[in-house]
């Protein structure tokens, strides 16, 4: 566990790098050029160093272990980062929107276009290479944070390729309208991505059931037969930030011992966490056979033959 902290640590630490370097690179390039289809870059990466600083934050936090105030750990504080990340996103559309009216109404003459646009084309080089490694750890880690930072970078590098060439295409054409539409259609890519962003966060922070995939891994487990384990009902999961949560009602024959059943129990949770090591909390609601009960609604209350 240790081991895996240091590796997002080190990735959020590598984004921050790079937030600077490449926020530095695109606001000379548009005090050189005036362009607003840099500047559009340039505020985009501008939120980039707060997401970094928050993500760094995010899974230092997550890897601390549970404590009396916290005891089901502090994992979701990844899935907040992400949603503020996200909700900084959307509010950078409106300055681009902003700059871009005003360069349509009050047109000014563009300069240095080749400079600004070496220094775009680097600044991308840094994002695309960061948010390859990033995306790497976060995907071998489960880490939201790092994987909302990762496919926000993966955007930036996507909507800079498209201001880069519509620049160079303002400077050979000398078609000045076309600056301010570049940074229009940035700002329609961008809040694309914020939304989805904050929509997964949501998922996580609301307590959404695992995907359906993994649910039927787990149900796989359940279904295997095991001596008196008569079936089971109940099942509820959900995740905060890389850590999933499954709880469920087992039914056993009711001359069952103490000391049995929990036996049980350990073989059943060690199959379930075998699923994603190191990152599964199991809670088992044993009950005899004839006694049967729930506390949540029907819909979740199906009895499954084990």
């Given at each position: 566990?240790?081991?895996?902290?240091?590796?997002?640590?080190?990735?959020?630490?590598?984004?921050?790098?790079?937030?600077?370097?490449?926020?530095?690179?695109?606001?000379?390039?548009?005090?050189?050029?005036?362009?607003?289809?840099?500047?559009?870059?340039?505020?985009?990466?501008?939120v980039n160093v707060a997401a970094a600083l928050m993500t760094y934050l995010a899974v230092r936090i997550s890897a601390r272990p549970a404590d009396l105030d916290h005891r089901y750990g502090h994992e979701k504080v990844e899935d907040l980062s992400a949603g503020i990340e996200g909700m900084l996103i959307l509010a950078t559309v409106i300055s681009i929107v902003y700059v871009s009216i005003?360069?349509?109404?009050?047109?000014?003459?563009?300069?240095?276009?080749?400079?600004?646009?070496?220094?775009?084309?680097?600044?991308?080089?840094?994002?695309?290479?960061?948010?390859?490694?990033?995306?790497?750890?976060?995907?071998?880690?489960?880490?939201?944070?790092?994987?909302?930072?990762?496919?926000?970078?993966?955007?930036?590098?996507?909507?800079?390729?498209?201001?880069?060439?519509?620049?160079?295409?303002?400077?050979?054409?000398?078609?000045?309208?076309?600056?301010?539409?570049?940074?229009?259609?940035?700002?329609?890519?961008?809040?694309?991505?914020?939304?989805?962003?904050?929509?997964?966060?949501?998922?996580?922070?609301?307590?959404?059931?695992?995907?359906?995939?993994?649910?039927?891994?787990?149900?796989?487990?359940?279904?295997?037969?095991?001596?008196?384990?008569?079936?089971?009902?109940?099942?509820?999961?959900?995740?905060?930030?890389?850590?999933?949560?499954?709880?469920?009602?087992?039914?056993?024959?009711?001359?069952?011992?103490?000391?049995?059943?929990?036996?049980?129990?350990?073989?059943?949770?060690?199959?379930?966490?075998?699923?994603?090591?190191?990152?599964?909390?199991?809670?088992?609601?044993?009950?005899?056979?004839?006694?049967?009960?729930?506390?949540?609604?029907?819909?979740?209350?199906?009895?499954?033959?084990?």
């Amino acid at each position: 566990m240790v081991n895996d902290a240091m590796k997002k640590s080190h990735a959020a630490a590598l984004s921050i790098a790079a937030a600077f370097t490449t926020f530095g690179l695109n606001l000379i390039a548009f005090l050189l050029t005036g362009s607003a289809g840099l500047l559009s870059v340039a505020l985009e990466t501008l939120v980039n160093v707060a997401a970094a600083l928050m993500t760094y934050l995010a899974v230092r936090i997550s890897a601390r272990p549970a404590d009396l105030d916290h005891r089901y750990g502090h994992e979701k504080v990844e899935d907040l980062s992400a949603g503020i990340e996200g909700m900084l996103i959307l509010a950078t559309v409106i300055s681009i929107v902003y700059v871009s009216i005003k360069k349509f109404i009050y047109p000014e003459p563009l300069h240095h276009l080749g400079t600004g646009i070496v220094l775009g084309g680097a600044s991308a080089l840094v994002n695309f290479l960061t948010a390859t490694v990033m995306l790497r750890v976060a995907r071998r880690e489960d880490s939201p944070a790092l994987d909302a930072d990762a496919h926000h970078l993966l955007s930036d590098v996507l909507t800079q390729v498209g201001v880069l060439a519509g620049v160079a295409l303002v400077w050979l054409t000398n078609w000045a309208w076309l600056d301010p539409l570049i940074g229009l259609v940035v700002a329609a890519s961008i809040t694309s991505v914020g939304l989805k962003i904050v929509s997964r966060s949501g998922e996580h922070l609301l307590d959404f059931a695992l995907p359906p995939e993994e649910e039927k891994k787990i149900l796989e487990v359940l279904s295997k037969p095991r001596p008196n384990a008569l079936n089971f009902h109940a099942l509820r999961t959900r995740k905060a930030g890389n850590r999933r949560f499954v709880e469920f009602h087992l039914v056993v024959p009711g001359e069952m011992t103490v000391e049995e059943a929990h036996s049980l129990c350990n073989d059943i949770e060690n199959d379930i966490r075998a699923l994603w090591p190191g990152s599964v909390s199991v809670t088992i609601h044993v009950e005899p056979k004839g006694e049967e009960k729930s506390d949540i609604t029907q819909c979740d209350d199906e009895v499954i033959s084990m």
